[in-house]
Structure formats: structure tokens, C-alpha cells
């Protein structure tokens, strides 16, 4: 199930301030040096982040697109899906989304699991 998240990534990446001890997954950002190459600098941005700030722009896209999170407690880079940079993410709640960035920043969710099948959250 695809999740619109209409709002740009910048403005999350605004808000954002400096990650806390609790906010930091266990994963790395796992970018190749030929993924970086064909970055926006907004994508290079996110790819960039500190994880703590990351889940929280990740967080802010999954909410902005419609669906309960209350954080991330894990995100880990995965191949770019036609060169927008790709994270699976899980929220405290157990979801797991896909979302990749566009080079505009803006983030396209994608619900992921047995929950994809149609429960709510």
C-alpha cells in the first residue's frame, strides 16, 4: 500500500535539532560511493544525517503521509530505487514502511508487512 506524503523533507529537516541517545538505530546509511554520485543535495542531505536526526525526518514522513508513528526505532539504507536513496524503517508501534527520497525531498512511503493487508496501524 502506497502512502502519499506530500510534504517536502526540507521543512522536517528544519525542525529537526541535534539527535538524542534515544533516537539513534543500530544501522548504518550504507551508501556506495557510485549512489552518491547521482545524488540531489537534498538526498545527499538525508543520506548525510546523523541517524538520530534521519529517524526523525523518516518518522515525520510516515506521519505526514497519513499513518501513526510515534518514532523510529530502526532504519537501515537499502539499494536506491530508481536513484531516489531507500530506507526500510519500523516505527515503536511494529509498522514497517519503504521510503525512498526524491530529489526534491519529497518522501514516498510505502507500508510494508502484515500490516500492509489492511489493518490500520
Known amino acids: 500500500m502506497k502512502l502519499a506524503a ?5 521543512l522536517s529537516l528544519a525542525a529537526c535539532g ?23 543535495p537534498t538526498q545527499q542531505r538525508v543520506v548525510d544525517m546523523p541517524e538520530g536526526q ?9 506521519v505526514d503521509g497519513g499513518q501513526p508513528c510515534q518514532g523510529v526505532t530502526l ?13 526500510a524503517a519500523r516505527c515503536a508501534n511494529g509498522a514497517s514502511y519503504r ?5 526534491d525531498g519529497t518522501a ?12 490500520k496501524g
Open 6 to 10: 506530500p510534504a517536502l523533507l526540507l
Open 108 to 119: 514516498q512511503v510505502t507500508l510494508v508487512g502484515d500490516r500492509a493487508a489492511g489493518a
Open 75 to 87: 532504519a537501515a539504507r537499502q539499494p536506491d530505487e530508481g536513484g531516489r536513496p531507500t530506507w
Open 18 to 40: 541535534d539527535p538524542s541517545p534515544d533516537n539513534v538505530a543500530a544501522a548504518g546509511n550504507g551508501d556506495a560511493p557510485a549512489e552518491r554520485a547521482a545524488l540531489s
Open 54 to 62: 534521519r529517524n526523525g525526518v523518516l518518522m515525520r514522513a510516515i
Open 99 to 103: 521510503l525512498s527520497i526524491g530529489p
